[in-house]
């Protein structure tokens, strides 16, 4: 079975750095988008950033210049750097994978498969 498992949330002061994982499993091929998404208490999921096989990636523009995601296709893992944490960045982190939708969507229901969350609290 696919799964998806995130680590690295935690609580940290505005202006600080967090690093959260996404542990990906189960998956025959190597070559799928994967990506980054949050959710606020009360809002809906939003695209965060996401980065597909070929390397091409995508950020919402609320995060560019601040947060960096990659990934190391022989760990099977995604990572995303947050620098430069607001407030406003405070959520529950999602990993999700398989993109179905248009190249480098971020658009939450574009994508099949999801991990539990991480939250991210910045004070």
């Known amino acids: 079975d696919v799964q998806l498992v995130e680590s690295g949330g935690g609580s940290v002061q505005a202006g600080g750095s967090l690093r959260l994982s996404c542990a990906a499993s189960?998956?025959?091929?190597?070559?799928?988008?994967m990506g980054w998404f949050r959710q606020a208490p009360g809002k809906e999921r939003e695209g965060v950033g996401v980065v597909d096989s070929d390397g091409g990636a995508s950020y919402a523009d609320s995060v560019k210049g601040r947060f960096t995601i990659s990934k190391d296709n022989a760990k099977n893992t995604l990572y995303l750097q947050m620098n430069s944490l607001k407030p406003d960045d405070s959520a529950m982190y999602y990993c999700?994978?398989?993109?179905?939708?248009?190249?480098?969507?971020?658009?939450?229901?574009?994508?099949?498969?999801w991990g539990q969350g991480t939250q991210v609290t910045v004070s």
């Open positions: 189960g998956y025959t091929y190597s070559s799928y988008c």
């Open positions: 999700a994978a398989w993109n179905t939708g248009p190249y480098l969507s971020l658009d939450p229901s574009s994508y099949r498969d």
